[in-house]
């Protein structure tokens, strides 16, 4: 597999056409090239709103055998008229139409089915330009800073158990400790664990279903034991904090 087009690659990585061979190769070049892994990075980012909405539906297990079968209903070659043939042997020739039943069911058929088939095929275009048009807007932002008041990172939460996490310095951690990322919705329920960084970088976090959030709802990222809080609260010292907006 080459690499003289990273974007095109980063791209298809992102979203899943790559073969399992092909998506190896790039995890293994990724992390020797550091604009590969750039690529992927924006990539993944660019493609963001398309993974918060778009959601994955199940192929029909029958679809492929359907579609075999209807293949093998006109054998190779069938599409030549007479006339086609005619007008090929004998290009001086006008063509001739080759007689048609009256009841020709496979041709209408046919027909039937490239339309129906460009109708698909239209529908999911426009819905997949509408998701990528679309801007998915958090329900809350919060500017997280440090003790001396720079800003470290940026948390969008967009509520039915997504969050994005987005560094916006490099935070230094031990070999032996990781980031977590921690909310309180209320008092009465305590802080709740967003996630794990486990890298100083960008992340997309999956946490448990939680109340809608709110306007002014704390935010904080902690330096925890390697795997996490072992109390499922935090534990280390706070790396930056900050209280949540509501976007404008």
Not at 23 to 36: I, P
Not at 38 to 61: K, N, Q, W, Y
Not at 104 to 128: I, Q, T, V
Not at 165 to 190: F, I
């Amino acid at each position: 597999m080459t690499f003289e087009d990273i974007h095109a690659i980063a791209d298809d990585y992102v979203l899943g056409l790559l073969e399992r061979s092909d998506e190896l190769a790039v995890e293994a070049e990724m992390a020797r090239n550091g604009d590969l892994a750039r690529a992927v990075a924006a990539a993944r980012d660019r493609f963001l709103p398309l993974d918060m909405t778009a959601m994955p539906v199940p192929v029909s297990s029958t679809l492929w055998q359907r579609i075999e079968t209807r293949l093998q209903e006109t054998p190779a070659g069938a599409g030549d008229t007479a006339g086609e043939i005619n007008t090929r042997m004998d290009p001086d020739r006008p063509p001739q139409a080759s007689p048609r039943a009256a009841n020709d069911n496979a041709a209408s058929r046919w027909r039937r089915a490239a339309f129906g088939g460009l109708a698909a095929s239209l529908l999911m275009a426009a819905g997949l330009a509408f998701t990528l048009t679309r801007t998915v807007e958090p329900l809350v932002v919060a500017v997280l800073v440090d003790e001396a008041g720079a800003v470290q990172a940026v948390v969008e939460d967009f509520g039915s158990d997504r969050a994005v996490v987005r560094l916006l310095d490099d935070l230094k951690v031990p070999a032996d400790r990781t980031m977590q990322v921690w909310t309180l919705p209320s008092r009465e329920m305590g802080p709740v664990s967003l996630g794990l960084l486990d890298q100083a970088r960008s992340t997309r976090l999956a946490p448990p279903a939680l109340p809608r959030p709110q306007d002014a709802q704390l935010y904080e990222i902690t330096l925890e034991p390697a795997g996490g809080s072992p109390t499922g609260r935090p534990t280390g010292p706070i790396l930056a904090k900050g209280f949540a907006k509501l976007p404008r």
